[in-house]
C-alpha cells in the first residue's frame, strides 16, 4: 500500500513583508522586502537597528480588549495566520475535533513581555506579573486550539530557528500515521530584545538588510511572524471537497551533533537531511526544481548550505536555484520554516522561482545560482525548503504544487 | 489503545531528581512514600512561606562532565548530557558501537534556556552592550539541553525538542516512538528534562502560581532508551520493558469530555501500576477512569515540572514486574492529557 499523500488545504500568514497570505503572494513574486529599521523596542545602542518588524500592527483589529492582556505579541500573530489558514480551508466541522491537532514551532514566545517585567525587578519598580503568564512558547499552541476547537493533539516543537519546518513535518507525520485527520501546523515567533541583543552579541547581524550569498554579506536581518497550514490526508481531503493547495511530500530531521552555534563545515549534514527527506518523499533527485534555502546571510551558512547542496545534486548542483527568501521577511526565527514553506507553496503554485534580493557581489565561496538576477517562471513543480537552528539541528521539507494532484507521484 | 508496530522496548533507563541520581534512589523514595521535596528559602519565595520545591541537591555536574566543559552548560544540559550517558551506560550502548546516524534524541525541555536568558538580559539591562554576553546566548534556547547531549555522545540522528505544558516529556516520547516506527532511527533517547532557578521561584511566587500548578516544583532530567524489539533482541540488549501504545487528546471538549476520555484511554480500563503526572487539579478528570492495583504520584515525591514525564516513566517501567501493565496519565491545565501504556518485561 502506497504511502498517505498529505496535502494542504489553508495558507495563513502575517510577517514584515505582508500580513495576509495575497499580500505574501504579492512580497515573494514581486521580491518586495519587508526589512527597514526598527521601533519595537530600543535598539539605538546596536550598530544594525533595522529588521523585519509588523509595522502599523494594531491588536484592537483582530482581539478583545481582554485577549489583548491575556495573549502575547508571538501569541496574537500566531492566531491571525491560524484563523486565516482555517478560514481558507473550512476545515471546521469537517472532521471529528478530537481528530484535528494543532503543531506549533516556537522561538522566544512571550520573552518580549517577560523582558518588560524583568527590566522592572532590576529597576526596583515592578511590573505586572501577568506579563510572565505568556513567556513559553507553549501558550500559542493552547490558545489556538481553544479558539478554534481543535481538540486533537496539542504540540509545539523548539528547536530554534528549525521549529516551525519541523513542526510542519511532525503534523504531516501524525496524519500518515493515523493518529490525527487533519493537523493546523505552523510557526510563530515575534521580536524580542533577547534574540536581537543575542544575534548582535555574536555579530553576525547586518546592519544593512541582509544580502544572503552575496560578498560582503555580515549577516542576517532579523524578523517577526507567524505562518500556518492545515494539513489533510488527500483522499479525505477531496472527499469533502476541499481545494488542493499543494503538497507535503516528505521531511526529514537530524542533529549535527558537531556544536551550538557553528554549522558542520563540509555541510555533509544538511545533505544528510535533504537526501532523507527526498527519499522519504519518494522524490527524485531531477525532480526537484528550486530550494528555498536556509540562506540566512551570514558568512558561514551560505557556504555550508552550498556545500550540501553540491553534495546532494553533485553534477547538477549549479542548475538547481538555491534562492533565500529571508532578504524579503528576515529571518524569523521560529517562524522561519513554516514562512518559508508557505513562500514556497505560493512560490511553486505561481510558477514562479523568486529572487534573492540586495546582490552586492559574487562569493567565490558561493558558486551556485542563488537567482539574485530576478524572479524567473518555472515549470518544476516541486520544491525544498532548509531549516538550519542552533544546536545543529537541520530540517528539510519537500514541497509539491498544487498541479501535482494531476501526476503519479 | 493504538499500539505500535513494530513493536518498542525500552533497554535503558536514567534519571537525575531532587531523590538523587539514578533511577534507584528515586524509586525507593515513591515506594517508601518518602517526599523529597524541601522548604523553599523564604527569600526566594517573595515572602511567601509553606512552600516546597523538588532541587536535584544531589547532582553535582562535574561528577559527569569534566569542569571546563561543564563551566559552559547550563544546568538543563548537565542535567540531560549527564542522564544520557547514564541511559547509554544502562543499556550497554558504547559510543562507536552503533552508526551515529541511527541514534536520535527526543527531548521535553520546560524552563530550559530561561535562566540563561535571564541572565543575558540582566547583563543587558545593567549595562548596555558592555554588559552583554555573547557565551551565554547559545544556551538560551530550549534545544540547548537536547543539543549539548547529542553533540556530547554524537547522536545524529532525529534530534527534536518540545514543550508542552505539564506534557513536555510525554510530547518527545511518543515522536521517538515514531521514529523507530518509521525506521528513522535505530536507538532513540527520549524523555524530558527542568531546570528550577531562583528566578522561576519568583515568577511563580509573584504571579500566584506557587498555591496552584507550581506547587512543588521539581527539576531534573528522565531518559528511557528506545528501540524496536527486533533491534533490541538482536544486539542482545536486555529488555526492561515494552512500550505498548501512546494515546493523546489536546484538551477535553466541554460537552463531550467522555468522548475525549475514551479517546485517551480506548479499551484499557485497568492495570497493576497507574502513575499520574502532571499537577494534581490537572488529573482530576482522569481520576477513576481506569483501575489499578497500586497508585502513585511521583510528583508529590520528587515534584512535578513540565518534563518530568520522563523520571515518571523510568520509575512506572523499573516498578513493573515481567507481565504487569503499568499506565502513566499526563495532564496539563487546559490539556493536554496523554496515556502511556507499558508492559513489564518481554515475552521470550
Same mark, same amino acid.
Request: aromatic share 2%.
Given at each position: 500500500m502506497s504511502p498517505k499523500r498529505i496535502v494542504i488545504t489553508g495558507l495563513g500568514t502575517i510577517n514584515g513583508a505582508a500580513g495576509t497570505i495575497p499580500a505574501f503572494q504579492e512580497a515573494i513574486l514581486q521580491g518586495t522586502s519587508g526589512i527597514a529599521p526598527l521601533d519595537l523596542f530600543d535598539v539605538s545602542q546596536f550598530p544594525a537597528r533595522i529588521g523585519c518588524q509588523v509595522k502599523g500592527y494594531d491588536p484592537a483589529e483582530y482581539f478583545t480588549r481582554r485577549q489583548i492582556t491575556h495573549l502575547s505579541r508571538t501569541d496574537q500573530l500566531a492566531l491571525i495566520a491560524a484563523r486565516e489558514a482555517v478560514a481558507m480551508s473550512d476545515v471546521t466541522g469537517c472532521y471529528d475535533p478530537y481528530q484535528i491537532g494543532v503543531c506549533i514551532g516556537g522561538g522566544v514566545g512571550g520573552m518580549l513581555h517577560a523582558e518588560a517585567w524583568l527590566q522592572g525587578e532590576l529597576s526596583n519598580? +515592578?511590573?505586572?506579573?501577568?506579563?510572565?503568564?505568556?513567556?513559553? +512558547?507553549d501558550c500559542s499552541s493552547t490558545v489556538i486550539a481553544h479558539e478554534l476547537g481543535f481538540a486533537g493533539f496539542q504540540g509545539s516543537i523548539t528547536t530554534a530557528c528549525s521549529s516551525s519546518g519541523t513542526a510542519i513535518g511532525w503534523a504531516a507525520d501524525l496524519i500518515r500515521s493515523g493518529r490525527q485527520q487533519a493537523m493546523l501546523c505552523g510557526g510563530a515567533d515575534a521580536l524580542a530584545m533577547l534574540t536581537f541583543a543575542g544575534f548582535n552579541a555574536l555579530k553576525v547581524v547586518d546592519p544593512n538588510p541582509c544580502a544572503p550569498f552575496s560578498a560582503g554579506r555580515q549577516g542576517l536581518s532579523l524578523g517577526e511572524g507567524a505562518a500556518f497550514m492545515v494539513l489533510e490526508e488527500e483522499q479525505a481531503a477531496r472527499s469533502r471537497g476541499a481545494q488542493i493547495l499543494g503538497y507535503l511530500l516528505g521531511y526529514a530531521l537530524v542533529g549535527e551533533a558537531h556544536h551550538m552555534t557553528a554549522p558542520? +563545515?563540509?555541510?555533509e549534514a544538511a545533505a544528510r537531511v535533504m537526501n532523507a527527506a527526498l527519499a522519504a518523499a519518494g522524490v527524485a533527485h531531477d525532480q526537484v526544481g528550486w530550494i528555498n534555502a536556509h540562506g540566512t546571510g551570514t558568512p558561514l551558512n551560505d557556504v555550508v548550505e552550498s556545500n550540501a547542496v553540491k553534495l546532494v545534486f553533485g553534477e547538477r548542483a549549479g542548475k538547481v536555484p538555491l534562492i533565500s527568501t529571508k532578504a524579503i521577511t528576515g529571518h524569523c526565527l521560529g517562524a522561519a520554516g513554516a514562512i518559508e514553506a508557505v513562500a514556497s507553496v505560493l512560490a511553486l503554485n505561481a510558477g514562479i522561482i523568486p529572487q534573492t534580493l540586495h546582490f552586492r557581489g559574487v562569493d567565490p565561496e558561493c558558486d551556485l545560482d542563488y537567482g539574485h538576477s530576478g524572479s524567473r517562471t518555472t515549470a518544476t513543480r516541486i520544491a525544498l525548503s532548509n531549516s538550519f537552528a542552533f544546536g545543529g539541528n537541520v530540517t528539510s521539507l519537500v514541497l509539491g504544487s498544487a498541479a501535482l494532484q494531476q501526476e503519479v507521484c | 489503545m493504538d499500539c505500535f508496530a513494530p513493536a518498542i522496548a525500552i533497554t535503558g533507563s536514567a534519571a537525575i531528581s531532587a531523590a538523587g541520581n539514578g533511577i534507584k534512589p528515586a524509586l525507593e523514595a515513591l515506594i517508601s512514600d518518602t517526599s523529597c521535596l524541601k522548604p523553599i528559602p523564604e527569600d526566594l519565595a517573595a515572602g511567601t512561606t509553606g512552600h516546597c520545591w523538588g532541587k536535584a541537591d544531589q547532582f553535582k555536574a562535574t561528577d559527569f562532565i569534566p569542569p571546563l566543559k561543564a563551566r559552559k552548560l547550563d544546568r538543563a544540559s548537565q542535567f540531560a548530557v549527564a542522564t544520557v550517558g547514564l541511559a547509554l551506560a544502562d543499556a550497554g550502548i558504547v559510543k562507536g558501537a552503533f552508526p551515529s546516524d541511527r541514534i536520535g534524541i527526543a527531548l521535553g525541555s520546560g524552563f530550559g534556556g530561561i535562566a540563561n536568558a535571564s541572565e543575558f538580559l540582566s547583563g543587558y539591562y545593567q549595562?548596555?552592550?558592555?554588559?552583554?554576553?555573547?557565551?551565554?546566548?547559545?544556551?538560551?534556547?530550549?534545544n540547548a539541553a537536547a543539543s549539548n547531549a547529542s553533540i556530547e555522545y554524537g547522536l545524529q540522528g532525529p534530534n527534536i525538542t518540545f514543550i508542552q505544558r505539564f506534557c513536555s516529556a510525554e510530547s518527545a516520547i511518543l515522536a521517538a516512538c515514531r521514529f523507530l516506527e518509521e525506521g528513522r532511527a535505530d536507538i532513540m533517547l527520549a524523555g524530558g528534562v527542568d531546570e528550577l532557578t531562583p528566578q522561576m521561584i519568583r515568577g511563580f511566587a509573584v504571579t500566584g502560581q506557587l498555591h496552584r500548578f507550581a506547587a512543588g516544583f521539581g527539576e531534573g532530567c528522565g531518559i528511557l532508551v528506545l528501540e524496536r524489539a527486533e533491534h533490541a533482541r538482536k544486539r542482545g540488549a536486555a529488555i526492561a520493558g515494552q512500550l505498548t501504545a501512546i494515546n493523546t487528546v489536546g484538551f477535553l471538549l466541554p460537552g463531550a469530555e467522555q468522548q475525549g476520555i475514551n479517546q485517551l484511554l480506548? +479499551?484499557?480500563?485497568?492495570?497493576?501500576q497507574l502513575f499520574f503526572t502532571g499537577p494534581e487539579p490537572a488529573v482530576q478528570p482522569l481520576l477513576g477512569t481506569v483501575e489499578a492495583a497500586t497508585i502513585r504520584y511521583p510528583g508529590r515525591i520528587i515534584g512535578s515540572s513540565l518534563a518530568m514525564g520522563g523520571v515518571a516513566l523510568g520509575l512506572l517501567t523499573a516498578s513493573l514486574r515481567p507481565g504487569e501493565q503499568g499506565l502513566q496519565l499526563a495532564a496539563s491545565p487546559e490539556g493536554p492529557y496523554y496515556a502511556i501504556s507499558v508492559l513489564g518485561g518481554y515475552p521470550a
Open positions: 519598580k +515592578p511590573a505586572r506579573p501577568g506579563l510572565l503568564r505568556t513567556l513559553l +512558547p558542520e +563545515p563540509t555541510g | 549595562a548596555g552592550v558592555s554588559g552583554l554576553s555573547p557565551m551565554l546566548f547559545p544556551n538560551t534556547v530550549a480506548q +479499551p484499557l480500563k485497568s492495570c497493576n
